[in-house]
């Protein structure tokens, strides 16, 4: 259970049924979603900090995954963010975990095979712009520019060259963080091939 939790999932991520119904057998999505974030989430976190770095991390969390309260301020920083940087919990590890919540729950099996429920009072539409947006909420905030190189960009008094957040917004990626304080978090080995989609690549 890795720093993110059911109750997480809300707003643009938000997944319905997830408590049992009151006074009935029907099972809500609660323990399927948990199994999601067990998987979904570490995976997210090994792909984005390679394995030694976040087995360094993992030390810290406390038996709810929580980040433990007594953990260094680095790992503080890593997780909940540090100036214009925003952390890595909601946006990021909700966006990714979403994603692939979406993606396994257009379809539906059973018995019978694999088929796709019809609601009573509903249209069926394909889910492709809400995993679109949560996966690309993930990548902001994960990786943003950090592919894209330096920024050679001209002031008034000569030509300098930036790294870091180059997409107009004043805050930076999980990655540009990490590239930024390297020194802090000399184990950090991402997978660099991780790639931003849009509706035309599901």
Not at 163 to 180: A, C, H, K, T
Request: aromatic share 14%; net charge negative.
């Amino acid at each position: 259970m890795p720093l993110i939790h059911t109750t997480d999932f809300e707003f643009g991520a938000y997944v319905p049924n997830r408590d049992d119904a009151p006074n009935s057998d029907i099972i809500g999505n609660e323990p399927v979603l948990q199994g999601f974030i067990d998987e979904y989430a570490e995976n997210c976190l090994v792909q984005t900090l390679g394995w030694e770095l976040w087995s360094l991390l993992k030390a810290e969390l406390d038996t709810n995954g929580d980040l433990d309260v007594g953990a260094d301020q680095i790992w503080k920083d890593l997780v909940e963010g540090k100036d214009n940087y925003k952390g890595m919990l909601k946006g990021m590890l909700v966006g990714y975990v979403y994603f692939y919540w979406l993606q396994n729950d257009i379809v539906d099996y059973s018995t019978g095979g694999t088929h796709r429920l019809t609601p009573d009072s509903a249209v069926n539409t394909r889910p492709d712009s809400k995993m679109v947006l949560q996966y690309q909420k993930f990548y902001t905030q994960a990786i943003g520019s950090y592919n894209t190189g330096p920024k050679i960009v001209y002031k008034p008094f000569g030509v300098g060259v930036i790294y870091g957040s180059q997409s107009g917004s004043n805050y930076i990626s999980m990655y540009e963080f990490l590239r930024e304080n390297d020194s802090v978090y000399p184990t950090w080995s991402p997978n660099l091939e991780i790639e931003n989609i849009n509706v035309y690549d599901i």
